[in-house]
């Protein structure tokens, strides 16, 4: 065998045995007469050590030549170490190796295979199995797993069943982009990659399947971000005979399991709250709730004066930011100008600085005077030694701005505690968005979400005023799932689709399999969607999800590691009957 122990299980108690281990040489440090080197695999470091006086020579020579890399097979006996290392496991004992053999001779590394390494992310990338040598992206890859068995237990224990679906399925709209797959088989005809399994589970509901589960694969063809990759992992949940309270118990339940069981950490009952009033407090649907700064509206108190900045707009909002009544003024302008960037896109920003004596020193001191301040920090619930930032202008693009500048000035000041979890609900979701570009409405989840059962009756009158019944988790200011109660009947979905600008013909011809389905005894039935990738990452104390995922692909797609996507053969083409347009 190539090993009887691993490199990290090596401890006193194994001290005159002898032992083969195997793995990879992490460095070499050679003093003439006495070699040792740290013998590295996925569950440690062992040290070792060849000595001129007690070593075979052939065996001593040998290590001589041995380089970073090196992947090589030794035997000997273990040892206790005169200078031991607290910061090791293995760290009071080594091997004095009595045989060695070289598996196989490797290459410099284009960077160091440390815990901190010289290699940036682009070479890091390229060389990704190397990357995975090193303990963070290791250690995270074993975390993910950690996640993904935790949650095949813990929905497993409530008889959910673990259900496969394709992957070569119909292109249908739902939102993003389809990667489309051409049929050799079927001239002219194109499968579509899943951006998720969505009509599938609830067709495993028409089925009986009443409670099904699948870590499963899913794609989307847009524009990526650093929590964004075109392929992504799910963990995707259906439930029958279910309202929106019994998936909110279930799946509350499993990210308190997680919390608990990979953390040590107990939360109680999650907050829920509506989506109104989370765009109207937070500006944006996934608030962190790790810090205050909750949004202030100031129109009754700061129009109606001289400043026609303010008089002139939709709405007025402004937060409070503690304990920054210090900052000076060149860090104030730098503020003004981080929202004032394209990205942000405010034309300006008023501030109030709430000094420790009770008086208030505002950049609009000659239109409001010391009563009027007094009550702009009332409504933002500023305290002495806080400041003030207020943003004017349309209602949405205001609060989508206040809410970049919240998020910002929290991370300046240290409040987004990558070790400190705060979930929450948010419900009651609009059913549907108008786009005013094409004069229609589209649906702010997928077509299949049920309506409120009390807002029924608006939905031919007002479809604008219908709310979903739908629901997202929000995990320190992300999105880690979401989903909602299904439409189950073939009327109401033909409304629904109607609707979203839907003929009758084209409902048909894009969904007329579920809708069908419907007709032989559809259970109600709804269900959810955690982005596994994500959640991994939050967890693990991380942005982004890069690192989480085995093999991911660049900002551009690309695996700058395999080059791909990439050109195919002209002959492989024509047996697709694909003829390529490059002009």
């Known amino acids: 065998m190539y090993r009887s122990h691993n490199c990290g299980e090596l401890n006193t108690t194994h001290i005159n045995k002898e032992v083969t281990l195997a793995g990879w040489v992490q460095k070499s440090r050679d003093k003439g007469f006495m070699i040792w080197v740290d013998l590295r695999d996925r569950y440690g470091i062992t040290q070792l050590i060849f000595d001129e006086q007690r070593t075979d020579k052939l065996v001593f020579d040998k290590a001589k030549s041995l380089g970073r890399e090196f992947v090589i097979q030794v035997k000997g006996t273990v040892i206790e170490r005169e200078s031991k290392n607290a910061n090791m496991t293995t760290g009071d004992i080594e091997i004095l190796v009595s045989e060695l053999t070289i598996l196989n001779a490797a290459l410099v590394p284009p960077f160091t295979i440390e815990d901190e390494t010289d290699g940036g992310e682009d070479i890091r990338m390229k060389y990704r199995y190397l990357d995975i040598r090193r303990n963070p992206v290791k250690n995270s890859l074993l975390f993910r797993h950690k996640v993904a068995m935790e949650v ?44 998720s399994p969505q009509t599938f589970k609830q067709l495993l509901m028409v089925g009986g399947m009443d409670k099904y589960f699948q870590i499963v694969k899913c794609f989307r063809d847009e524009d990526l971000r650093a929590d964004r990759q075109p392929e992504f992992t799910q963990i995707d949940c259906e439930m029958a005979f279910v309202e929106q309270e019994d998936i909110l118990n279930v799946f509350e339940g499993l990210t308190r399991h997680l919390l608990k069981e990979l953390k040590g950490i107990d939360v109680a009952e999650f907050p829920r709250i509506t989506y109104d009033y989370a765009m109207k407090t937070y500006g944006n649907d996934k608030p962190d709730i790790r810090f205050e700064m909750k949004f202030g509206e100031l129109n009754s108190v700061a129009q109606h004066k001289d400043f026609s900045v303010f008089n002139s707009a939709e709405l007025v909002v402004g937060i409070a930011a503690p304990n920054c009544a210090s900052l000076t003024r060149k860090e104030i302008d730098a503020l003004i100008d981080w929202v004032k960037r394209p990205q942000v896109g405010a034309s300006g920003m008023v501030y109030v600085k709430c000094e420790e004596d009770g008086t208030f020193k505002s950049s609009v001191d000659k239109f409001y005077d010391q009563e009027d301040l007094k009550k702009w920090a009332e409504c933002t619930k500023a305290k002495a030694g806080d400041m003030i930032f207020v943003l004017s202008g349309p209602a949405n693009k205001t609060r989508a701005q206040l ?115 419907f007709q032989f005894g559809a259970p109600p039935h709804g269900g959810l969607a955690f982005g596994l990738d994500r959640l991994v990452a939050i967890l693990g104390g991380q ?31 024509k047996e697709l009957y694909i003829k390529l347009d490059l002009k």
Request: hydrophobic share 40%; glycine share 6%; charged share 25%.
């Open 152 to 195: 095949r237990k813990y929905l497993s224990d409530l008889d959910f069943c673990e259900v496969e679906t394709p992957y070569l399925i119909k292109s249908t709209p739902e939102g993003a982009r389809d990667f489309v797959v051409p049929s050799r088989m079927n001239e002219g005809q194109f499968y579509a990659l899943p951006q």
């Open 403 to 517: 809410s970049a500048l919240r998020m910002e000035l929290a991370t300046r000041l240290g409040l987004r505690n990558p070790n400190e979890f705060a979930p929450l609900w948010v419900v009651d979701f609009p059913l549907l968005e108008w786009d005013e570009e094409n004069e229609r409405f589209h649906a702010m989840h997928h077509p299949f979400t049920s309506p409120k059962p009390e807002d029924m009756k608006l939905i031919d009158t007002e479809p604008g005023n219908v709310r979903a019944n739908a629901y997202d988790m929000v995990l320190n200011g992300n999105e880690i799932g979401g989903g909602s109660i299904r439409i189950h009947d073939k009327g109401l979905q033909s409304r629904m689709l109607s609707l979203l600008g839907f003929s009758p013909e084209q409902a048909e011809e894009q969904f007329g399999f579920l809708m069908n389905a």
């Open 543 to 573: 942005e982004t999800i890069r690192d989480f995922i085995a093999f991911p692909k660049n900002n551009s797609g690309r695996d700058v590691m395999i080059d791909a996507p990439s050109a195919i053969d002209e002959a492989q083409l």
